[in-house]
């Protein structure tokens, strides 16, 4: 029998896209018997030769015995010569290689790593028809690359701080570019098409290759590739297009006229460093969001921001020091550090990325950065800042905290959901703004006997919407869902990342509940403010005393143009005595009826024509959705609430109407308990945790209200049995 021939086939390809995976190149050998013999990833071709890598994998095969094929098969004349310099004399075919191929693609398949762009397709990222950019087009890219590499924005905008950008004749109306360059080797910009997809770039970018093979963009991004030139070679730039599925593909005409614009904007923005206002260059305008976080990484950089600051605190002041040496160390010391910050931004909110960069994720699988800055400088530095060190690497956490009580302006007394410790921390701003029962997602840190928060997520959530947060996330981080969670547990990475993780995602669950949220006046009917507007046929003294002879309708008192009408009693709260279906007011030859739903404004017209007769004539009617006006304004910037202490009768008066409207609420079923009366709920465990998150919504909104107003749920509580907080 003949021997059969052995054909190892070989290639080298161009990978990654320079925003999700560091741009290299792939070298690969294939022996279609056992698989791949061979394989290496260098930043440059030469550094991954193909025939060094063929006499490698000969000698030292990744699978199989050491051998050597009768022939090998490359598909570029360039490859053959590397492999004739290296192995001279071995046969070699210059042919498609059908087995990389596919050893490729199964590669990209499984890890989201690909060759760099080929093939353009057939509409660029606005749905128009492709066309290749224009030589003239092309030149205009390499001098604004030029420009952009001088300019060097990457050291004023850090890599997890996205700018807004805006060119609507350009066919981007709403979108946001992140720099890069930050690495010293690669260097350009990304370009999220819409600004609300920016979460989700920033997410998969701090993915794993292998996870993101997985997952998709929420729509196409454009790149700006900028290679910097030599004496001997100009600066080269190139735009490409990256598809949701990670696919690249060079940039249009289109593309890269948008590119263009945007390039020379930020060399605009660059000159200015006016962080407060827009720049604008031709057709783009660029704007960093009021509440962009600025995460300094370099050495003259002011302090890292934090969500509330330590205030007055001796250790705060201590850190705000200490996190700019920590950070231009860091920057200096660690290789790869910026890549490393990001890798750790899988977090929404950029908040929690240099303490969790710095403290919680270890660098390279071994230790934390400040870990190694503590080693680096034991003996140099002061027994304060070796102190805070101690505590920020050894003690702190991060966890869901509940707000025991306040201290304006001073301080916050905190319980933690997890592990029941209680933290008294010296926080000025947050204590101003949170109430008793809010519940907090951040860091505290603990030097000696003081407390400071380190980082706090911006959003808080009430008791009834965080109340299944330690069920839902027991099993998912490995938590005791009922006893108390030891602290070191709480301190792992995988732990402190996904408790930030998880209350990004209640935070949204909760925001989208209220978007949603339906309206209902006491009747159970939708809330809809309907003005009904009646011409009138009769002198205005005729129509009040046919008003007056409704029943239910309530004249106006002096000064007061507004009559009222009413019916007995209320089908949700059966202490009050009536219920206000309109109210009504005379302007001219008009009579204007408001009410709160379409049903009552019916009724109430019925009731009008009967009673009115002639005296009525023509009606218009308004309608406005209320729910979309309510979620406006609960949405919106609050106006200061002004801590006016009324006079004691008043007082006096409304915590009474409190009293009175609360007095048969233990026995009216309640929507937020399942339809079922308070007294009902007592009845089950699930149901009594579900009242008592509920009562403690309503009391944490009662702390809004000054001390002399407000109403003591306790009273409740014993009404129904359960225990007083």
């Not at 308004?622 to 008043?650: D, H, M, T, W, Y």
């Amino acid at each position: 029998m003949a021997k059969r021939i052995q054909t190892w086939e070989g290639t080298r390809i161009e990978v990654g896209d320079d925003i999700f995976v560091p741009k290299g190149f792939l070298s690969l050998w294939v022996d279609p018997a056992s698989g791949v013999v061979g394989f290496k990833v260098a930043e440059t071709a030469a550094n991954a030769d193909l025939g060094a890598l063929l006499a490698k994998s000969c000698s030292q095969p990744s699978v199989g015995r050491p051998r050597t094929p009768d022939r090998v098969r490359v598909d570029d004349p360039t490859f053959a010569a590397e492999v004739a310099r290296a192995l001279p004399g071995i046969p070699i075919d210059i042919a498609p290689t059908p087995e990389v191929d596919g050893i490729l693609a199964e590669m990209e398949q499984a890890t989201g790593i690909g060759p760099s762009p080929g093939k353009p397709p057939s509409k660029n990222v606005f749905g128009e028809a492709w066309r290749k950019p224009s030589p003239a087009l092309s030149r205009r890219l390499d001098t604004v690359g030029d420009d952009f590499l001088a300019a060097r924005p990457w050291d004023h905008i850090d890599p997890i701080e996205a700018v807004n950008v805006s060119a609507p004749t350009l066919g981007l109306p709403d979108g946001a570019a992140t720099v890069v360059g930050h690495n010293g080797t690669h260097f350009g910009f990304a370009i999220v098409l819409q600004r609300s997809h920016l979460p989700t770039f920033i997410r998969l970018g701090s993915m794993a290759p292998k996870q993101r093979a997985r997952a998709q963009l929420d729509d196409d991004l454009l790149m700006f590739d900028v290679e910097p030139g030599s004496p001997k070679q100009p600066v080269e730039a190139h735009v490409v297009r990256m598809d949701r599925g990670f696919r690249p593909a060079p940039g249009d005409a289109a593309e890269c006229e948008l590119v263009a614009a945007v390039a020379q904007a930020f060399v605009a923005l660059v000159a200015s460093l006016d962080r407060s206002r827009p720049t604008r260059v031709g057709p783009v305008t660029l704007t960093f969001p009021r509440s962009a976080p600025v995460i300094p990484l370099h050495r003259h950089a002011a302090a890292p921001p934090t969500a509330s600051h330590p205030g007055r605190s001796r250790w705060g002041i201590i850190s705000e020091r200490m996190l700019r040496q920590l950070a231009s160390w860091a920057e200096d010391a660690i290789d790869g550090w910026e890549h490393h910050l990001t890798s750790s931004s899988d977090l929404a909110h950029p908040e929690f990325f240099m303490s969790h960069a710095m403290f919680v994720v270890p660098f390279e699988g071994r230790t934390t950065a400040a870990h190694a800055f503590r080693h680096t400088f034991m003996n140099q530095l002061s027994r304060d800042d070796l102190r805070w060190l101690d505590a920020n690497i050894d003690s702190a956490w991060t966890s869901y905290w509940s707000v025991l009580d306040t201290d304006p302006g001073r301080s916050m007394t905190l319980r933690d959901l997890f592990s029941e410790q209680v933290r008294t921390v010296i926080e000025v701003s947050a204590s101003r703004s949170v109430v008793k029962h809010d519940l907090l997602c951040g860091r505290v840190v603990t030097v000696g006997d003081e407390s400071y928060l380190d980082i706090v997520h911006p959003d808080a959530l009430g008791p009834s919407e965080a109340s299944n947060l330690r069920r839902e996330l027991a099993a998912h981080l490995g938590l005791n869902k009922v006893k108390a969670v030891p602290i070191a547990k709480l301190r792992l990475p995988r732990v402190s990342s996904g408790l930030v993780l998880a209350w990004d995602e209640a935070v949204a669950t909760v925001a989208d509940a209220r978007s949603h949220r339906q309206f209902k006046n006491t009747d159970g009917e939708d809330f809809i403010l309907v003005t009904e507007t009646f011409t009138l046929a009769a002198a205005r003294g005729d129509v009040e005393r046919l008003l007056a002879r409704i029943d239910g309708m309530v004249a106006p008192e002096a000064g007061d143009p507004h009559w009222t009408l009413s019916k007995q009693g209320n089908a949700m709260h059966a202490s009050w005595d009536n219920t206000t279906l309109a109210t009504l007011r005379i302007t001219g030859k008009r009579l204007i009826v408001e009410t709160n739903s379409k049903q009552r404004a019916d009724r109430v017209a019925s009731t009008l024509r009967a009673a009115l007769g002639p005296a009525l004539k023509t009606s218009t009617r308004k309608e406005e959705e209320a729910n979309s006006l309510i979620q406006e304004s609960l949405s919106g910037p609050q106006s200061p609430k002004l801590n006016v202490v009324p006079p004691p009768e008043f007082a006096e008066a409304i915590v009474e109407l409190k009293r009175r409207t609360y007095a048969s609420w233990p026995d009216e079923p309640i929507p937020a308990l399942g339809n079922v009366t308070p007294r009902a709920a007592t009845k089950t465990a699930a149901g009594r945790k579900k009242l008592a998150a509920l009562l403690a919504d309503f009391e944490r909104m009662e702390a809004k209200e000054v001390p002399a107003a407000r109403f003591d749920f306790d009273i409740l509580r014993r009404e129904l049995g359960l225990k007083s907080r």
